[in-house]
T-cell receptor, first 116, second 115 residues
Framework: AQKVTQAQTEISVVEKEDVTLDCVYE???????LFWYKQPPSGELVFLIR??????QNEISGRYSWNFQKSTSSFNFTITASQVVDSAVYFC?????????????FGDGTTLTVKP | DTEVTQTPKHLVMGMTNKKSLKCEQH?????MYWYKQKAKKPPELMFV???????INESVPSRFSPECPNSSLLNLHLHALQPEDSALYLC??????????????FGEGSRLTVL
């Protein structure tokens, strides 16, 4: 069965600090997809990144970077020089290509608060 | 601004009312989803439509009735709801017809309160 664990329930940082959100997943499928979504107070989940299981290359997008390591089943998300606008709930999600068709499993989310 | 539009943003209804939530997208996506999200919890999948046909029903009670009139619209009809059905209802679409493989584009949600 697929499972996503976001061990950090809440994180609070001061603006300009770097912060890493952890995501650990479990799956028996060899082909799977990992996602990060941001949910600001407005409610809408905003897609941030998609990674498939065959692409372990790390990715950087502006202040955001992602570290995918199959050896530790982790897909961690780092925000560099955090800003108040980064305050949100962040969800990591997993989808298996060959099983549980159509169902993404979300972690419980990490609430990030960035203080000015 | 999101390209998935949900109406109404807020809805208060009694347990005997009949109401509908509406979702619209014009990105040409052929997969559309309904999720339910309780406070401080992750979204829970309810229904998935692929090419306007119901592909997945996550054992949702029949008091929730989805409808996909065309490729751009998705409705969720509500009848005889219970207070525990109060939640944020999120609509999403995806450009990936092979379900599971692609990212989801969410609307801002409809916040439902059942009295």
């Amino acid at each position: 069965a697929q499972k996503v664990t976001q061990a950090q329930t809440e994180i609070s940082v001061v603006e300009k600090e770097d912060v890493t959100l952890d995501c650990v997943y479990e799956t028996r499928d060899t082909t799977y997809y990992l996602f990060w979504y941001k949910q600001p107070p407005s409610g809408e989940l905003v897609f941030l990144i998609r990674r498939n299981s065959f692409d372990e290359q790390n990715e950087i997008s502006g202040r955001y970077s992602w570290n995918f390591q199959k050896s530790t089943s982790s897909f961690n998300f780092t925000i560099t020089a955090s800003q108040v606008v980064d305050s949100a709930v962040y969800f990591c999600a997993l989808s298996e290509a060959n099983t549980n068709a159509g169902k993404s499993t979300f972690g419980d989310g990490t609430t990030l608060t960035v203080k000015p | 601004d999101t390209e998935v539009t949900q109406t109404p943003k807020h809805l208060v209804m009694g347990m005997t009312n009949k109401k509908s939530l509406k979702c619209e997208q014009h990105m040409g996506h052929r997969a559309m989803y309904w999720y339910k999200q309780k406070a401080k919890k992750p979204p829970e999948l309810m229904f998935v439509y692929s090419y306007e046909k119901l592909s997945i029903n996550e054992s949702v009670p029949s008091r929730f009735s989805p409808e996909c009139p065309n490729s751009s619209l998705l409705n969720l009809h509500l009848h005889a709801l219970q207070p525990e059905d109060s939640a944020l209802y999120l609509c999403a679409s995806s450009p990936y017809i092979r379900l599971n493989t692609g990212e989801l584009f969410f609307g801002e949600g409809s916040r439902l309160t059942v009295l």
